[in-house]
């Protein structure tokens, strides 16, 4: 079974600087394209960055310029490089990625890590 593990995120103060990471575990083919997403309470899920499989990226304005997204040579990891932190970054923050498992093309999300970010 493909599953996506995250792991990082945490509790910083604004200004700070925090690290995620997405894992595809299991068999499958390859990663087609990541993405981060993030809801924070009472909030609907919105996008935060995304890699398309040629390595094109895309970021939310609200972080540009503090995120980055990257990916391992293996194709099997994305990262989120979050500084400059700021109180309203605090949310889940879920990865999602689709996988492909011949013959078919999954969409999957990872469980979710609490970034929180104290004023």
């Known amino acids: 079974q493909v599953q996506l593990v995250e792991s990082g995120g945490g509790l910083v103060h604004a200004g700070g600087s925090l690290s995620l990471s997405c894992a595809a575990s299991g068999t499958f083919f390859s990663v087609y394209a990541w993405g981060w997403y993030r809801q924070a309470p009472g909030k609907e899920r919105e996008l935060v960055a995304t890699?398309?499989?040629?390595?094109?990226?895309n970021y939310a304005d609200s972080v540009k310029g503090r995120f980055n997204v990257s990916r391992d040579n293996a194709r099997t990891t994305f990262y989120l490089q979050m500084s400059s932190l700021k109180p309203e970054d605090t949310a889940i923050y879920y990865c999602?990625?689709?996988?492909?498992?011949?013959?078919?093309?999954?969409?999957?999300w990872g469980q979710g890590t609490q970034v929180t970010v104290t004023s």
């Open positions: 999602n990625a689709e996988v492909i498992v011949l013959p078919k093309k999954l969409n999957l």
């Open positions: 890699m398309a499989v040629d390595g094109t990226t």
